[in-house]
T-cell receptor
Framework: NAGVMQNPRHLVRRRGQEARLRCSPM?????VYWYRQLPEEGLKFMVY????????ESGMPKERFSAEFPKEGPSILRIQQVVRGDSAAYFC??????????????FGPGTRLTVT | SNSVKQTGQITVSEGASVTMNCTYT??????LFWYVEYPSKPLQLLQR?????SKNFGGGNIKDKNSPIVKYSVQVSDSAVYYC?????????????FGTGTRLTIIP
């Protein structure tokens, strides 16, 4: 059973460009979470999605960031007009049910975004 | 609001036992997970503690808002970053909060 897949693993963007990060959850998982890890910091929750729905986006910056999890295909985290401060590792996790209820999340390897 | 605190760094010699603490503040029903991050590997689950399966790990447990993880007879290969994740289920206040991680270094 393949784990959570993220691509690309490394992404370099210039300031002002768009970054698209993809996450394919484990088979059978319909709950996806995105986290950001800034340099020298811990992981911070960004957004929780179920198929076609955003459930909790309380950790998402108000501007330039958006996320989706369509009926078909991977979940996408999009960052528009990237700035240097967006340079971080972005992790995706999936679970078979709501993590708030104590279900284990399975993590992907992360995407390292570098903004030059 | 919820917060999770972890010791930043721990260095011990091979063969020792080590306790890594995770203390939290929150309202609501908690589940605490421990994950380990080895270099270039995804986070792996180590331990899950709930109010139902709460045990006295290293002198603390989730009911006391302290859920440590204990490793006995550590090896150099146990060197990694250990993260504590607090999941809170509470209507209107459901949260996922990571600690900043404990970097464990084992000296041969």
């Amino acid at each position: 059973n393949a784990g959570v897949m993220q691509n690309p693993r490394h992404l370099v963007r210039r300031r002002g460009q768009e970054a698209r990060l993809r996450c394919s959850p484990m088979k059978g998982h319909s709950h996806v979470y995105w986290y950001r890890q800034l340099p020298e910091e811990g992981l911070k929750f960004m957004v929780y999605l179920q198929k076609e729905n955003i459930i909790d986006e309380s950790g998402m910056p108000k501007e330039r960031f958006s996320a989706e999890f369509p009926k078909e295909g991977p979940s996408i985290l999009r960052i528009q007009q990237v700035v240097r401060g967006d340079s971080a590792a972005y992790f995706c996790a999936s679970s078979p049910n709501r993590a708030y209820s104590g279900y284990e999340q399975y993590f992907g390897p992360g995407t390292r975004l570098t903004v030059t | 609001s919820n917060s999770v605190k972890q010791t930043g760094q721990i260095t011990v010699s091979e063969g020792a036992s080590v306790t890594m603490n995770c203390t939290y503040t929150s309202t609501g029903y908690p589940t605490l997970f421990w994950y380990v991050e080895y270099p270039s590997k995804p986070l792996q689950l180590l331990q899950r503690e709930t109010m139902e399966n709460s045990k006295n790990f290293g002198g603390g447990n989730i009911k006391d808002k302290n859920s440590p993880i204990v490793k006995y007879s550590v090896q150099v290969s146990d060197s990694a970053v250990y993260y504590c994740l607090l999941c809170i289920s509470n209507f209107g206040n459901e949260k996922l909060t990571f600690g900043t991680g404990t970097r464990l270094t084992i000296i041969p």
